[in-house]
């Protein structure tokens, strides 16, 4: 596949850094010679030039590419590069926008117009990420595959958990209604067998029916505390298309050294109480009397100041953190440091991108973001290799773990001795960058 992505920024450089891996035709176009240089070592091509110059999009032939993602910084180029490139013969475009009236179905028919296949808005995105977390406070990870009737969740098991120090194979009836599909322990990501220890700290990421949900919580030692008050330090995009999402649900507090800024949202956002605090006050948590909100999210423009916030914001008795980490060195110390839910508008952003580049039947990719790894849904075709045996007996490629499917209507979970067949739609679990594999095991 022949892909053309423009603007080295921070969503372009994440999404060609991962596509890289795969064999794939990549060619990422910046003006910016000092972003391209941050892509010197990856298996791709980079171009000095604009997006929306003619001559720069022919001279790549442009014309002969299957998608062209513009995702630069600057919402108009964007869509006049894309529009550009489909008129040159490109043949799905994809431009970043920062608008959410452009998000509007009424608008589709518009940028269609112009030559625009889709879309894409990561702070909005960013946002239903955080307005999930918030939904559900007991995990780190929540993911509603196959429409709602299967769920993946992320969840850090402590020493009160009925599981804890217990290996899979001896978990007896619980096995029924959780299937484990990784652990990450010590920033490693594990898929398990039966011989597998639980231990205090694991992340485990679960999948189970919604029917089980109460119970895959309880095994796990988490308790559901109901949630009234958001408190949130930072006012960026990102918080204001959280806080349309949720005002009408929630009482929710901004709190954002930037007058100006402070000014605008409470313009904006009237359903909110929005609080100027002067910049440096490293006590400003407890004035606000954090402790009487029951999730806090930390969204300033500092990964390392949000780390520390929701560290205070835990000694001061908060259950619920939620991290705005950007900069993805600081994943596995965010984690190690128990911040809770983290947020990444650039990989949030090139999981949807991601997804639109796949082939075959695959109708559903979410990133894990602080694990290196992928949950996706696929549909199992006639005379696929995967009907072929029973799961423990089909050599799938190493890091792959089949978590659950819909076969007939019905929700399920699948064991070693499950034998998949044609129209099963199935959640897999993939570390690394396995997913591209698992195509031809479906087709």
């Known amino acids: 596949m022949r892909i053309v992505i423009a603007g080295a920024g921070e969503v372009g450089t994440h999404l060609a850094k991962m596509l890289s891996f795969e064999d794939q035709d990549i060619i990422v176009v910046d003006k910016d010679v000092k972003k391209l240089h941050n892509l010197d070592n990856y298996n ?30 600057q919402e108009t180029i964007n869509v006049i590069a894309s529009s550009m490139a489909k008129s040159l013969g490109c043949r799905k475009t994809v431009a970043r926008i920062d608008n959410f009236e452009f998000m509007k179905p009424a608008s589709k028919k518009f940028f269609s117009s ?61 096995s ?58 930072g006012g960026n995009e990102i918080v204001k298309q959280l806080a349309m999402l949720i005002s009408g649900k929630y009482k929710v507090k901004i ?34 009397g954090v402790e009487d909100y029951d999730v806090f999210a930390a969204m300033g423009d500092s990964s390392e100041s949000n780390i520390l916030n929701c560290i205070v914001a835990k000694e001061l ?62 549909i199992v075709k006639e005379k696929s290799k995967v009907t072929q045996y029973p799961i423990m007996q089909l050599s799938l490629p190493r890091g792959v773990n089949i978590g659950g499917m819909i076969r007939d209507g019905k929700s399920m979970l699948v064991s070693g001795t499950t034998q998949l067949q044609a129209g099963d739609k199935v959640v897999v679990f993939c570390i690394g960058n396995t997913l591209k594999k698992l195509d031809k095991w479906f087709r």
């Open 176 to 233: 029924s209604y959780m299937h484990v599909n990784a652990i990450k322990r010590n920033r490693e990501i594990i898929i398990p067998g039966g011989d597998d220890e639980i231990m205090a700290d694991d992340i485990l990421y679960i999948a189970t029916t919604p029917s089980n949900v109460d119970s895959v919580m309880d095994v796990c030692g988490k308790d559901k505390h109901k949630v009234e008050r958001v408190l949130i330090n």
């Open 114 to 174: 112009y030559g625009i296949d889709a879309l894409i808005y990561p702070e909005y995105l960013a946002a239903l990420e955080m307005k999930t977390a918030i939904e559900h406070t007991w995990v780190r990870n929540w993911f509603e595959m196959l429409n709602g009737q299967l769920i993946v969740v992320g969840v850090k098991i402590r020493d009160n958990s009925r599981i804890t120090g217990h290996k899979l194979k001896d978990l007896g009836n619980i």
């Open 255 to 288: 709190m954002d050294s930037d007058y100006e800024r402070c000014q605008q949202l409470a313009d904006e956002l009237p359903d909110c109480n929005i609080v100027h605090y002067e910049a440096g006050n490293n006590d400003v948590l407890e004035e606000e």
């Open 44 to 73: 791709l091509m980079t171009v000095v030039g604009s997006a929306v110059s003619f001559d720069v999009l022919k001279s790549i032939k442009v014309g002969a590419a299957d998608i062209f993602i513009a995702v630069t910084p």
């Open 317 to 378: 008795g908060m259950k619920k953190t939620i991290a705005q980490v950007e900069n993805i060195d600081y994943f596995d110390m965010a984690e190690n440091l128990d911040v809770g839910t983290i947020i990444n508008k650039k990989v949030i952003a090139a999981s949807h991108i991601y997804r639109m580049l796949l082939q075959g039947d695959v109708d559903n990719v979410k990133m894990l973001t602080v694990a290196d790894a992928d949950v996706a849904e696929f």
